[in-house]
C-alpha cells in the first residue's frame, strides 16, 4: 500500500484547536509552529515532529504499520537552539506560553504503535512511559492530498486536540 502521508507539513495555526476544559469549549490552539516529516521505508513508518522555535525539539519514532505486538519509543531525538536558523518573524513559540517543555534528548515520551485503516487513514495508540494507556491520535488526509487532520484522543474517550496540517512537500 502506497502512503499519501509521506512528506512534509507543516501545522495550520489558523485551523488547530485545543479544547479548554475550564472554559468548556474548543479555543485557539497555541502550540505555536509545529512541522512534521513523514517517510516510509519498507512499510516502516517514520515520524518526526519539530515543535517550537529556538529551541526546536524533534521528537519521533519508527513503526512498522500494522504491528500491534511491537510497541516502540517515542522520543526527543535533538533539542536545536539556533537563533540564525529562522527568520526573526517567523511563527510560532516553543510550546504553550508558561508550558514550554522542559525535555532532554533521548527522554521517552511515549509507546506507540500505528494503524493503517486505508490509505488516508490511520490511528497511533500511545502508551505511557509506565506503559498505562495515554491516548490515540488518528490522522485523516484530505481528499486533495494537500492536508490532514489530526485529532487527539484520551485514554477517558475526550478530544482534547483537532490540528490541521498543510502539505509543503
Known amino acids: 500500500m502506497s502512503d499519501p502521508f509521506v512528506g512534509v507539513w507543516r501545522n495550520n495555526l ?11 469549549r474548543w479555543v485557539h490552539d497555541e502550540i505555536g509552529r509545529e512541522d512534521v516529516k513523514i517517510e516510509n521505508h519498507d512499510d516502516v513508518h517514520d515520524y518526526e515532529n519539530i515543535i517550537g522555535l529556538n529551541p526546536s525539539y524533534k521528537i519521533g519514532y519508527r513503526a512498522r504499520y500494522d504491528d500491534m505486538t511491537n510497541w516502540v519509543p517515542y522520543e526527543v531525538r535533538a533539542i536545536v537552539d539556533d537563533e540564525a536558523s529562522e527568520p526573526d518573524n517567523a511563527d510560532g513559540h516553543s510550546g504553550r506560553p ?3 517543555p522542559v525535555w532532554t534528548v533521548g527522554q521517552l515520551l511515549a509507546y506507540v504503535t ?6 488516508r487513514f490511520q490511528y497511533r495508540i500511545a502508551r505511557n512511559p509506565d506503559r498505562s494507556a495515554s491516548h490515540i491520535m488518528q490522522r485523516h488526509l484530505a481528499d486533495d492530498g494537500l492536508s490532514y487532520v489530526s485529532t487527539v484522543i484520551s485514554a477517558a474517550g475526550v478530544p482534547s486536540l483537532i490540528r490541521v496540517f498543510d502539505r509543503l512537500t
Open 14 to 24: 489558523d485551523k488547530s484547536q485545543a479544547w479548554d476544559p475550564a472554559e468548556g
Open 98 to 100: 508558561g508550558q514550554v
Open 114 to 119: 500505528v494503524v493503517r485503516v486505508n490509505e
